[in-house]
């Protein structure tokens, strides 16, 4: 079953452009992997430092392979100290 990936990032004061630069960096090789269907980054237009990751995956074992590689482990631990709440993800499946 598909999985779609909701994941909300807010900076600490100082430290916006450091979290946008991770961000972009885990992007490209996310996309490139064979389970990831897409991978999206928003802004917030209303709260300044506050960033979205929306992906999506073909199956949990995708996204589990995923949480496992090397960029995204070196990416969550570049963030958690440029936020200033733990990091939350919503995986979810599309209502019917």
């Known amino acids: 079953m598909e999985l779609f990936l909701f994941v909300r990032f807010h900076a600490r004061p100082g430290c916006e452009g450091a979290l946008l630069a991770a961000i972009r960096n885990v992007e490209e090789p996310t996309k490139l ?47 958690e100290p440029l936020i200033d709440h733990p990091v939350g993800i919503s995986l979810t499946t599309p209502m019917e």
């Open 33 to 79: 992997e064979a389970g990831c269907i897409s991978y999206q980054v928003f802004r917030s237009v209303r709260v300044q430092g506050e960033f979205y990751i929306h992906s999506r995956w073909r199956d949990m074992a995708a996204f589990e392979l995923h949480a496992s590689l090397p960029h995204t482990v070196r990416f969550l631990s570049v963030v």
